[in-house]
Nanobody, 125 residues
Framework: VQLQASGGGLVQPGGSLRLSCVAS????????IGWFRQAPGKEREGVSC????????YYADSVKGRFTISRDSAKNEVYLEMNNLKTEDTATYYC???????????????????WGQGTQVTVSS
């Protein structure tokens, strides 16, 4: 399984970015794709996740109302639309594939065994 994240960049506060994650070599029937981020000196945290079977989505409180996760099953792509970006959103963003079971497991990095290489998002004026 390979995951390729892209779409990061430099944006001013209040701006928008759209991240893309392409999964290849995946023959799993039921899995989740999650977006995580890690800022320097901080732990990796869950941002948003989607169950690819029933479409359930999950968001960190810090991004609710600003970020939207979506997927294109035909293309094996998952997107993260990020609006009204704040300086505290600055981080390296990773997409990951995993098999969380409980509702509280979806935003936990250790539930995901396959990771992409990360894409840098910098929010600065």
């Amino acid at each position: 399984v390979q995951l390729q994240a892209s779409g990061g960049g430099l944006v001013q506060p209040g701006g928008s970015l759209r991240l893309s994650c392409v999964a290849s070599g995946n023959n799993f029937r039921s899995y989740a794709i999650g977006w995580f981020r890690q800022a320097p000196g901080k732990e990796r945290e869950g941002v948003s996740c989607v169950n690819t079977v029933d479409g359930s989505t999950y968001y960190a409180d810090s991004v609710k109302g600003r970020f939207t996760i979506s997927r294109d099953s035909a293309k094996n792509e998952v997107y993260l639309e990020m609006n009204n970006l704040k300086t505290e959103d600055t981080a390296t963003y990773y997409c990951a594939l995993g098999f969380p079971i409980g509702l509280t497991d979806y935003m936990k990095a250790h539930e995901y065994g396959y990771w992409g290489q990360g894409t840098q998002v910098t929010v600065s004026s």
